[in-house]
């Protein structure tokens, strides 16, 4: 195998199974990634407390969920480290070092927070752990030296800001001790939901990747289609319909003829539904043999837990060492 080029840290809270949305916003990219580059994928449940520490108990659950998730679409723990952010400790003390040089205002002004607060409402997220979440994440991927982080959108201030405090970091102690990491944009595939919204757990519109193959027709049954389209003779129009926008993820072999047909008016909805059923089953048939043969070893997760747990601990004891030094803690 060729020489990998460089370290990449990714993490998720784990929040739930996970749903296609997710595969193709972001599992998939890492999964390539894992050809090319060192890999560390964080299971991140103490960021998950941070917004769940008031009914943290389903956590536990959501973390095995999450972890035969990533293995059944094909993250593999011989190319990647895959382990839980609260099995090593010294993420929490780089974050507690970190926080001593990190100007309040950072955080404060940090675009995520405030939108955050505003949207949970209800939910009392004026706290110090909360404030600091995008400092625990940055403790996170510096740990690792990592030189780039694949996120969507909406994450990279966060690594806009680990790069800011990996710079401040290096010139108070005048050693580089932590690269800047790169921000790798996830390729945006759009994945709506059953309904044409984004696919999301909170509108209720979700298809989950370890969904069993019989439950897939139904749910392809359910998709939005054109409204305007009421009679099959009708044309319709392929773009507003949440049916193709799949049959471009999923159906490599006759998507222009079935756009021509909508368009003409020569092919039914329902007909148009039974193919993209076919090829999604097609697709996510071994991602559910995978994950079905996962379940068979009540212990695979908490083995592949483990094997992560060591290898990570090892660089991050490492990194402590140095920063330690660097702060005259040594
Ligand atoms: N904040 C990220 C999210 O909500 C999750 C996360 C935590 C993360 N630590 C990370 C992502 C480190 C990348 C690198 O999606
Ligand atoms: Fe959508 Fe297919 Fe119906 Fe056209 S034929 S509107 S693409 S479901």
């Given at each position: 195998m060729?020489?990998?080029?460089?370290?990449?840290?990714?993490?998720m809270r784990p929040t739930g199974k996970l749903h296609l949305g997710n595969l193709f916003g972001a599992l998939d990219n890492w999964v390539a990634l894992q050809e090319e580059y060192?890999?560390?994928?964080?299971?991140?449940?103490?960021?998950a407390l941070t917004t769940a520490y008031e009914d943290p108990y389903s956590i536990k659950e959501?973390?095995?969920?999450?972890?035969?998730?990533?293995?059944?679409?094909?993250?593999d723990p011989e190319k990647s480290v895959v382990f839980r952010q609260s099995d090593v400790k010294e993420h929490a003390e780089l974050h507690l070092l970190l926080s001593?040089?990190?100007?309040?205002?950072?955080?404060?002004?940090?675009?995520?927070?405030?939108?955050?607060?505003?949207?949970?409402?209800?939910?009392?997220?004026?706290?110090?752990?909360?404030?600091?979440y995008p400092l625990l994440q940055a403790a996170d991927i510096l740990i690792y030296k990592a030189d780039a982080v694949p996120v969507g959108e909406d994450q990279a201030p966060h690594i806009e800001m680990t790069r800011e405090i990996a710079r401040r970091f290096n010139h108070l102690y005048d050693r580089k001790?932590?690269?800047?990491?790169?921000?790798?944009?996830?390729?945006?595939?759009?994945?709506?939901g059953l309904d044409n919204r984004k696919m999301s757990k909170s509108y209720d519109n979700v298809i989950e990747i370890s969904i069993s193959l019989p439950e897939i027709a139904?749910?392809?049954?359910?998709?939005?289609?054109?409204p305007a389209r009421i009679r099959k003779s009708d044309p319709g129009n392929p773009e507003v319909?949440?049916?193709?926008?799949?049959?471009r993820i999923f159906n490599r072999e006759t998507l222009e003829e079935l756009q021509e047909n909508c368009r003409k008016g020569a092919v039914g909805c329902v007909q148009c539904k039974d193919f993209l059923a076919g090829y999604m089953k097609q697709y996510l048939e071994p991602v559910y043999d995978?994950?079905?043969?996962?379940?068979?070893?009540?212990?695979?997760?908490?083995?592949?837990?483990?094997?992560?747990r060591r290898k990570a601990l090892q660089v991050a004891r490492e990194t402590m060492e140095e920063v330690r030094s660097a702060m005259g803690l040594a």
């Open positions: 060729a020489e990998k080029k460089g370290v990449i840290l990714s993490g060192h890999c560390y994928f964080c299971i991140v449940d103490w960021h959501d973390i095995r969920d999450m972890a035969l998730d990533w293995l059944s679409c094909g993250i001593m040089i990190t100007p309040l205002s950072w955080l404060e002004r940090c675009p995520t927070y405030k939108e955050q607060i505003q949207q949970m409402e209800g939910r009392n997220l004026a706290t110090y752990g909360f404030l600091g001790v932590f690269p800047e990491p790169a921000t790798i944009l996830n390729e945006y595939k759009v994945v709506p139904p749910k392809v049954r359910m998709m939005v289609t054109d319909c949440s049916v193709f926008a799949f049959h995978r994950r079905r043969r996962l379940e068979k070893t009540p212990a695979v997760v908490e083995e592949l837990l483990e094997q992560g």
